[in-house]
């Protein structure tokens, strides 16, 4: 049981480059979370979906896009990367939307922007 | 702007020890309030949550106190194992936002 991965482990991006982060879950959870975490401002939401098809906007998502073509998938594309972006990024999912369902969360990628 | 605040930053407590961590929030709207454990490389992982109808939940050697007047809310560790030693992160939720707090990093020495 793999529950979610997220792909790549780390990367070193130069400035302006365009970024997917990969997500994958297998627990057909409906709803899914983007978050980045930085030293000293703790975990910040980037983007959700609460189904296949519906994405919202979090805290945070300026610089940021996501898709949710089916369940499974749920990639962070970064359009032209700025060093401000550099952050450890975890992938979250649950099994309800909203509040109250407990988020099981990725093993992070660390990205660092050039 | 900090939605929730989260103290102290770091805690050093001698194992059987009691671990107490505390949280602070502004937004009313807020109705479920986790608490969150991290290990170093690793994502974050649901200890245990309350919601606002309640005072305290306890599970096993944690407990959340909540205090709904206040807007606030604590993390109680009862005798403390040095494997508790991790980043602790509570949070506060309303529909599809969650707002983190800052962290602290709990050490326990044996």
């Known amino acids: 049981i793999a529950g979610i991965t997220q792909a790549p482990t780390s990367q070193i991006l130069a400035a302006g480059r365009r970024m997917t982060l990969r997500c994958t879950q297998d627990?057909?959870?409906?709803?899914m979370y983007w978050y980045r975490q930085d030293l000293g401002l703790g975990l910040r939401l980037i983007h959700y979906?609460?189904?296949?098809?519906?994405?919202g906007k979090g805290e945070v998502p300026d610089g940021y896009s996501v898709s949710r073509a089916n369940t499974d998938d749920f990639p962070l594309t970064l359009a032209s990367a700025v060093p401000s972006q550099t952050s450890v990024y975890f992938c979250?999912?649950?099994?309800?939307?909203?509040?109250?369902?407990?988020?099981?969360f990725g093993p992070g990628t660390r990205l660092t922007v050039l | 702007q900090q939605q929730v605040k989260q103290s102290p930053q770091s805690l050093i407590v001698q194992k059987g020890g009691i671990s107490i961590i505390n949280c602070a929030y502004e937004?009313?709207?807020?109705?479920?309030f986790p608490w969150y454990q991290q290990f170093p490389g690793k994502g974050p992982a649901l200890l245990i949550a309350?919601?606002?109808?309640?005072s305290e939940k306890k599970e096993g050697r944690f407990t959340i106190s909540f205090n709904k007047s206040a807007k606030q809310f604590s993390l109680h560790i009862m005798d403390s194992q040095p494997g508790d030693s991790a980043t602790y992160f509570c949070?506060?939720?309303?529909?599809?936002?969650?707002?983190f707090g800052t962290g602290t990093s709990l050490t326990v020495i044996p």
């Open positions: 979250a999912s649950s099994g309800g939307q909203g509040a109250f369902h407990e988020q099981f």
């Open positions: 979906s609460n189904t296949a098809g519906t994405t």
């Open positions: 937004n009313t709207a807020f109705d479920y």
């Open positions: 627990m057909r959870h409906n709803a």
């Open positions: 309350i919601r606002p109808d309640v």
């Open positions: 949070a506060a939720a309303t529909g599809n936002q969650f707002y």
